[in-house]
């Protein structure tokens, strides 16, 4: 497949899921993230006193697979952008802890997550520090230097040119600014053969996995440095099994059992911070 077919995939995928109202499960717990649920496992993070900040428009539509508000260390006044900030529950935590003299920017491709977003914005009361951007994560309409921290939710890792990305975040940040961002990596390697089959249907959050030192390779080919890796999570089966055909089995054809059986430990979710140097 084409970068262009890829990204119409991933959107179709997503859109739909908003449209049936969130898919039978989160791709990273056993149900569906509601506030009656705590989510005290590693690879999430976000504690009860998060969730009771966050309406039911984006608990309901969580698919990430991590918390990068809670370890990205915002400050009040700080200005930042979420690649990808699907149904806004990130942008909602980021909000608070930037206060009322922050900026926090969402950015997601499809039309259904941004309006969900909207819906939480409203919801919460926040609409004068968030705005929500329907664009591409590789080509942002921000100027150079805007913001603070750029952030991210396991999104990356559905997109198909990372570079493109990076490349991107590494612009928009201030010198001396900084990604605080959750994603999917492959750490160790895996079949070649394997690797094709996700690629071809582009499967889950897998289809655009890669290892973790080209993965960290991109990230320092952008300019970023100081890499520093805050949590690291392999996935059990049962969440490896969500991962693959995430946002849920209903969009996303699910691969053959062999094939996921043969990724089993081999498959994390990654938490970390990268700097833009301050000088260039």
């Not at 040119?161 to 994603?183: H, M, N, Q, T």
């Amino acid at each position: 497949m084409t970068e262009e077919e890829i990204k119409q995939i991933v959107k179709k995928r997503y859109g739909q899921c908003v449209e049936a109202g969130g898919g039978k499960e989160s791709c990273c717990s056993s149900g569906k993230a509601t506030k009656n649920i705590s989510f005290a496992a590693e690879h999430t993070l976000y504690s009860k006193e998060e969730l009771s900040l966050v309406p039911e428009a984006s608990l309901s539509f969580s698919k990430g697979c991590g918390n990068p508000t809670g370890f990205a260390n915002l400050k009040s006044g700080e200005v930042v952008v979420d690649f990808g900030c699907g149904a806004g529950i990130d942008v909602i935590l980021a909000a608070h802890k930037v206060g009322t003299k922050g900026q926090v920017i969402g950015v997601d491709f499809t039309d259904q997550m941004i309006e969900k977003a909207g819906q939480a914005v409203a919801d919460s009361g926040l609409t004068a520090s968030i705005e929500l951007i329907v664009g591409d994560m590789e080509e942002v309409n921000l100027r150079d230097g805007f913001a603070d921290v750029v952030m991210s939710n396991c999104v990356i890792n559905l997109c198909a040119d990372k570079d493109a990305v990076y490349s991107e975040a590494f612009r928009i940040l201030k010198p001396g600014g900084r990604l605080a961002i959750s994603d999917i990596i492959y750490i160790e390697s895996i079949d070649s053969r394997v690797e094709e089959q996700f690629k071809s249907t582009w499967a889950g959050c897998v289809g655009g996995t890669i290892d973790k030192e080209k993965y960290f390779g991109i990230i320092r080919n952008a300019g970023f440095s100081e890499i520093s890796i805050v949590a690291t999570h392999t996935l059990p089966s049962t969440e490896l099994e969500s991962m693959v055909c995430c946002p849920g089995p209903e969009f996303t054809p699910t691969p053959a059992k062999e094939d996921i059986d043969s990724v089993l430990g081999k498959v994390a979710s990654i938490k970390f911070i990268a700097i833009k140097p301050a000088r260039i």
